[in-house]
């Protein structure tokens, strides 16, 4: 069969990029002009490993949005004429290559490897963020009260973090988990956070504002009462929030395994900043616990949580890819990377390149992560 030189396979890889190249381009010209003002995050620009992490980080979240502008070959696509060919190799009837080859189905490696960026940004950050709002929520409280609230709910994450995550993780999105309700049950009780922790901002800003606090109130009760029945239930009344149960499955077991770690690091950090000066300072001006957790406490640790975000992102992005290749994760025609990785490594000996798009695009973003975070923290011990 025809192919591409390797010249001319990476001047293909290279164009195909140009949305993303040109949006690297314009952000970080934009945030290299607004520096100063983006705080911590600006002054990633003194920190090159930084700086390098957060250009691998932008490239797959680039690649994620304009997947559809970037991609030759539909991710499903199959041709039993092109079965495991190497890279460059040429589709002779639509006179376009397969950079990166293709899989076992003759699928296109490099356009199931754009596409799998897509599950991993959409999974892993939000199913983060939720573990965060449940880990602010609980742990702010526990930290800053104390007693018997700090006791309970420290025990339970203790409880939690004993279990071996892989194992954990197993039992969650095990087959016969999403058939039951279990999926939506742990879904239900994690996405009350979010709407309980607005309306902790809110209450605690405008608690002597009726005005302001009682049109606010309905309408983050509103917003969350739709985007929670869209998400738990898939019943959202307009079409537009619905998940998919393995995806759910998924999201709920990754926010049950990860909240229990972000509660006992804003419970330590809680602990440890309500003893400071500003602190005492709010109390002593009369503010009410609520006010003093939310607008002195956790803006003063957002430095090790932004830091800890990166490195957990990177965590659960491994789990991810730990759960498709084995098997455990989306469904089997997914572009996950961790399921490309499961199907095509029998293959190696045929097509030695054959697993290395999905493990590079894996191992990158990774690695994007944990530079990244290495430069925050080294900026954020500036403050």
Same mark, same amino acid.
Request: aromatic share 20%; no cysteine.
């Given at each position: 069969m025809e192919s591409i030189? *390797?010249?001319?396979?990476?001047?293909?890889?290279? *164009?195909?990029?140009?949305p993303v190249w040109l949006a690297l381009a314009i952000t970080f010209a934009a945030a290299y002009q607004w520096r100063v003002r983006l705080g911590v995050i600006g002054r990633i620009f003194d920190s090159p490993i930084g700086l390098v992490g957060l250009f691998i980080v932008l490239f797959w979240v680039f690649s994620a949005i304009f997947a559809d502008f970037i991609v030759l070959f539909d991710s499903l696509e199959q041709s039993g004429m092109y079965r495991r060919k190497p890279p460059g190799t040429l589709n002779t009837a639509q006179g376009i290559p397969y950079i990166f080859g293709t899989d076992t189905l003759g699928r296109d490696l490099f356009s199931r490897m754009i596409y799998g960026s897509q599950i991993v940004l959409l999974i892993a950050p939000a199913a983060s963020l939720v573990a965060y709002v449940v880990g602010i929520t609980l742990g702010l409280p526990a930290g800053y009260i104390g007693g018997k609230f700090d006791t309970v709910l420290s025990f339970l994450a203790n409880l939690v973090l004993a279990f071996p995550v892989i194992l954990l993780f197993y039992l969650l999105v095990a087959p016969g988990i999403r058939e039951t309700i279990l999926p939506n049950i742990m879904a239900g009780v994690f996405f009350i956070f979010p709407i309980l922790f607005a309306m902790m901002i809110i209450y605690s800003r405008f608690a002597e504002r009726p005005r302001v606090l009682i049109p606010s109130s309905i309408l983050i009760l509103i917003i969350g009462a739709w985007l929670y029945s869209g998400l738990v239930f898939n019943a959202d009344p307009l079409g537009?929030? *619905?998940i998919d149960p393995g995806e759910l499955n998924i999201f709920a077991a990754v926010v049950f395994t990860t909240s229990p770690g972000v509660f006992r690091i804003v419970r330590?950090? *809680?602990m440890d900043i309500r003893t400071r000066d500003y602190v005492a300072a709010a109390v002593t001006r009369g503010e009410n616990p609520l006010f003093v957790m939310i607008w002195e406490i956790l803006p003063n640790a957002r430095g090790p949580l932004i830091v800890d975000s990166c490195l957990r992102i990177g965590y659960v992005t491994i789990l991810l890819g730990t759960l498709g290749f084995f098997g455990l994760g989306m469904e089997p025609e997914s572009p996950d990377w961790g399921s490309m990785i499961n199907q095509t490594r029998s293959y190696i000996r045929l097509v030695p390149t054959i697993v290395l798009p999905p493990t590079l695009a894996l191992a990158s973003f990774v690695l994007g992560l944990n530079l990244l975070a290495d430069g925050l923290r080294e900026q954020s011990l500036k403050d």
């Open positions: 030189s *390797t010249l001319e396979i990476w001047q293909v890889f290279f *164009t195909r990029l140009w537009i929030v *619905t330590g950090l *809680t």
